[in-house]
């Protein structure tokens, strides 16, 4: 996520919040409309190409290579299998023809090719390892590539090879912003070349996703005489077409392009062409299928999200998206969906808005069960806690504690489990492909309700590692203004609940734009400030000043010198200071005179808030 646009979206929540408006853009192709009689080359209405087995593995269809029967090919616009010959008609619309890559082969060569272009055949080389039920993934996102991040990505391209996944997923900002408030082309060309050559020393394919800080020149789509997409040309040129599918094992991949431009400002959605193309990819599946959809702006911050969602609701789909520079695991529509933290943490100012450290996700794939792991970089031994149930971490009766060892090539062997500082008891050990997990039933009946911290220990050949967790025993799971407050890092990346009466009210009014604004809510014990940003679909409501409201929000940090730092390129510093009035001294981080932090209470969706 750009920093520009989320910064606006958080300072404009109590004065004018600035945000995207969402129109999608749409990816069409010329067609040559020049008149015959004028000796012209007739007009070219269709593509034709073969896809074939490539034997030789040259990219070239030899005179006895043999074609490949009922393989998916698109423009983009529609999709088409192949004949028994393994020949095509497409026609000629789009800025691509690809090919959908099955589960049983690779691409020997190129597996997409410019509308633009005379010749549409397709090598594929057979690739049964591509067939089995289980295999790993990694999904990275955010990496944000500059000088300043370069060490960190460098980083992470050599844990990959360390990791060996099936294949790697990165869901877009693969790029910094340049001077300005969206980075040229040429700035893009080259970040976008320095990524390629680090990914390019991988032996594993690598899928790329297009993410808003990757349109590069956004004002050329509402210049005089714009064309649509425009701001897309520097990354089709490096990476190729912006939305495409590929198979692996029972699962069909789906790399989805929410980005789109109107009235000069980014926006997110899939319509039009995408729409239709979506639709056509997924008539080829049957509605068992499991599908993984790639993005990288989750679908809450689309708008009119709900005709992809209900398509997808038909399969047994997962969302996997970025953004937000947060983890957060969320139910899109009936979709789960999995937002990874940033591997470039607060745009290089540090950890995530979540506290997690900057890295990327691992994924593990197991027939039909997927488990994964947020894996920081530069971890050797490292401990994640996943929660236990919705509410964590408010916990209440029996809870079964699931802690999850990644000791990268090591051994572990044990992990145990202590409550404040009671006794540490043994955990049942599971091995699988890349980490340790580690189980205990806990009853919570033998502590008073309240805050208890529970450690988790794992030894093993890397050595001795623990972390601690905070969490409440309590069957009450709305916190006051007073605890959030004093428990923040607890909260931190998590869903609370929070009740009170509106002090301040800017949802849906003239003082915020459609999808944004802000709230001050008090309860007896203090004041909270939440806001929202990119919530159209469903509509923020229109919340009365003195009307009491529950709502659920997800506590993330900001550091001051991100907040102030050049990254800021929309002016919003001048509205956070404006803003410190406003702002809760609870939500407020400082070391004597010395702003530290600031805390703010995201609402990710608009039917979080419910008025009583």
């Given at each position: 996520m750009t920093a520009r646009n989320l910064v606006s979206k958080l300072a404009l929540m109590v004065l004018v919040l600035v945000t995207v408006v969402?129109?999608?853009?749409?990816?069409?192709?010329?067609?040559?409309?020049?008149?015959?009689?004028?000796?012209?080359?007739?007009?070219?209405?269709?593509?034709?190409?073969?896809?074939?087995l490539d034997a030789d593995g040259d990219g070239l269809k030899g005179t006895a290579e043999t074609g490949i029967a009922d393989i998916v090919v698109s423009n983009g616009v529609t999709a088409t299998t192949t004949g028994a010959t393994g020949s095509f008609t497409l026609p000629k619309e789009g800025a691509f023809v690809f090919v959908t890559v099955p589960n049983t082969h690779a691409a020997s060569g190129v597996w997409y090719r410019s509308t633009s272009y005379t010749q549409f055949d397709f090598g594929l080389k057979s690739a049964p390892e591509k067939s089995g039920d289980d295999f790993t993934f990694v999904h990275v996102t955010d990496v944000h590539l500059d000088a300043a991040n370069l060490v960190t990505f460098d980083k992470a391209?050599?844990?990959?090879?360390?990791?060996?996944?099936?294949?790697?997923?990165?869901?877009?900002?693969?790029?910094?912003?340049?001077?300005?408030?969206?980075?040229?082309?040429?700035?893009?060309?080259?970040?976008?070349?320095?990524?390629?050559?680090?990914?390019?020393?991988?032996?594993?394919?690598?899928?790329?996703?297009m993410g808003n800080h990757d349109a590069a020149n956004l004002a050329c789509e509402t210049a005089a005489g714009a064309t649509a997409g425009?701001?897309?040309?520097?990354?089709?040129?490096?990476?190729?077409?912006?939305?495409?599918?590929?198979?692996?094992?029972?699962?069909?991949?789906?790399?989805?392009?929410?980005?789109?431009?109107?009235?000069?400002?980014?926006?997110?959605?899939?319509?039009?062409?995408?729409?239709?193309?979506?639709?056509?990819?997924?008539?080829?599946?049957?509605?068992?299928?499991?599908?993984?959809?790639?993005?990288?702006?989750?679908?809450?911050?689309?708008?009119?999200?709900?005709?992809?969602?209900?398509?997808?609701?038909?399969?047994?789909?997962?969302?996997?998206?970025?953004?937000?520079?947060?983890?957060?695991?969320?139910?899109?529509?009936?979709?789960p969906e999995q937002v990874t933290a940033a591997l470039s943490g607060e745009w290089g100012h540090g950890d995530n808005l979540d506290g997690r450290k900057p890295g990327y996700r691992i994924v593990s794939v197991t027939?039909?069960?997927?488990?994964?792991?947020?894996?920081?970089i530069d971890s050797t031994q490292q401990i994640e806690v996943s929660p236990a149930g919705a509410t964590w971490p408010i916990i209440n009766g029996q809870v079964e504690l699931v802690a999850k060892v990644f000791s990268g090539a090591g051994t572990v062997s044990g992990v145990t489990y202590g409550v404040d500082n009671a006794t540490a008891v043994d955990m049942t050990l599971t091995t699988g492909a890349k980490w340790v997990t580690a189980r205990a039933t806990w009853d919570t009946g033998s502590v008073a309700q309240g805050y208890h911290k529970i450690t988790v220990a794992a030894t093993g050949s890397a050595g001795a590692s623990q972390i601690e967790e905070e969490v409440k025993v309590s069957t009450e799971t709305t916190l006051t203004a007073a605890?959030?407050?004093?428990?923040?890092?607890?909260?931190?990346?998590?869903?609370?609940?929070?009740?009170?009466?509106?002090?301040?009210?800017?949802?849906?009014?003239?003082?915020?734009?459609?999808?944004?604004?802000?709230?001050?809510?008090?309860?007896?014990?203090?004041?909270?400030?939440?806001?929202?940003?990119?919530?159209?679909?469903?509509?923020?409501?229109?919340?009365a000043t003195g009307s009491?409201?529950?709502?659920?929000?997800?506590?993330?940090?900001?550091?001051?010198?991100?907040?102030?730092?050049?990254?800021?390129?929309?002016?919003?510093?001048?509205?956070?200071?404006?803003?410190?009035?406003?702002?809760?001294?609870?939500?407020?981080?400082?070391?004597?005179a010395t702003k530290v932090a600031r805390w703010y209470m995201r609402l990710v969706s608009a039917s979080d808030i419910t008025i009583l």
């Amino acid at each position: 996520m750009t920093a520009r646009n989320l910064v606006s979206k958080l300072a404009l929540m109590v004065l004018v919040l600035v945000t995207v408006v969402a129109v999608g853009c749409s990816s069409g192709g010329n067609q040559n409309n020049n008149n015959n009689n004028n000796n012209n080359p007739p007009v070219v209405t269709n593509i034709t190409g073969t896809v074939f087995l490539d034997a030789d593995g040259d990219g070239l269809k030899g005179t006895a290579e043999t074609g490949i029967a009922d393989i998916v090919v698109s423009n983009g616009v529609t999709a088409t299998t192949t004949g028994a010959t393994g020949s095509f008609t497409l026609p000629k619309e789009g800025a691509f023809v690809f090919v959908t890559v099955p589960n049983t082969h690779a691409a020997s060569g190129v597996w997409y090719r410019s509308t633009s272009y005379t010749q549409f055949d397709f090598g594929l080389k057979s690739a049964p390892e591509k067939s089995g039920d289980d295999f790993t993934f990694v999904h990275v996102t955010d990496v944000h590539l500059d000088a300043a991040n370069l060490v960190t990505f460098d980083k992470a391209v050599e844990e990959f090879k360390g990791i060996s996944p099936a294949f790697i997923v990165s869901t877009g900002d693969l790029v910094n912003t340049g001077d300005g408030t969206t980075i040229s082309e040429a700035q893009a060309a080259d970040w976008f070349t320095a990524y390629k050559n680090a990914m390019n020393s991988l032996s594993m394919p690598v899928y790329n996703a297009m993410g808003n800080h990757d349109a590069a020149n956004l004002a050329c789509e509402t210049a005089a005489g714009a064309t649509a997409g425009c701001s897309k040309t520097a990354f089709r040129t490096n990476f190729g077409p912006t939305y495409y599918s590929f198979d692996w094992g029972q699962y069909h991949c789906v790399v989805l392009d929410p980005n789109g431009v109107a009235t000069g400002k980014e926006s997110f959605s899939v319509t039009g062409s995408q729409l239709s193309w979506l639709q056509a990819d997924l008539a080829y599946r049957a509605k068992s299928s499991p599908v993984l959809v790639f993005t990288h702006e989750p679908t809450s911050s689309w708008r009119s999200p709900e005709t992809v969602l209900n398509l997808l609701k038909q399969y047994n789909a997962r969302i996997f998206s970025g953004h937000s520079h947060q983890d957060l695991l969320m139910d899109s529509g009936g979709v789960p969906e999995q937002v990874t933290a940033a591997l470039s943490g607060e745009w290089g100012h540090g950890d995530n808005l979540d506290g997690r450290k900057p890295g990327y996700r691992i994924v593990s794939v197991t027939g039909s069960v997927l488990d994964d792991f947020y894996k920081e970089i530069d971890s050797t031994q490292q401990i994640e806690v996943s929660p236990a149930g919705a509410t964590w971490p408010i916990i209440n009766g029996q809870v079964e504690l699931v802690a999850k060892v990644f000791s990268g090539a090591g051994t572990v062997s044990g992990v145990t489990y202590g409550v404040d500082n009671a006794t540490a008891v043994d955990m049942t050990l599971t091995t699988g492909a890349k980490w340790v997990t580690a189980r205990a039933t806990w009853d919570t009946g033998s502590v008073a309700q309240g805050y208890h911290k529970i450690t988790v220990a794992a030894t093993g050949s890397a050595g001795a590692s623990q972390i601690e967790e905070e969490v409440k025993v309590s069957t009450e799971t709305t916190l006051t203004a007073a605890e959030l407050h004093a428990h923040l890092t607890t909260y931190q990346g998590h869903y609370v609940t929070l009740q009170g009466t509106v002090e301040l009210a800017l949802f849906n009014t003239g003082m915020a734009p459609e999808g944004s604004g802000g709230a001050v809510i008090v309860d007896a014990t203090g004041k909270v400030l939440i806001y929202a940003g990119e919530c159209y679909s469903p509509a923020l409501p229109t919340v009365a000043t003195g009307s009491t409201i529950k709502v659920t929000v997800v506590p993330v940090r900001f550091t001051w010198a991100f907040m102030t730092s050049s990254l800021d390129r929309e002016g919003t510093y001048d509205q956070f200071t404006l803003q410190e009035g406003m702002l809760p001294a609870g939500q407020k981080e400082d070391v004597g005179a010395t702003k530290v932090a600031r805390w703010y209470m995201r609402l990710v969706s608009a039917s979080d808030i419910t008025i009583l």
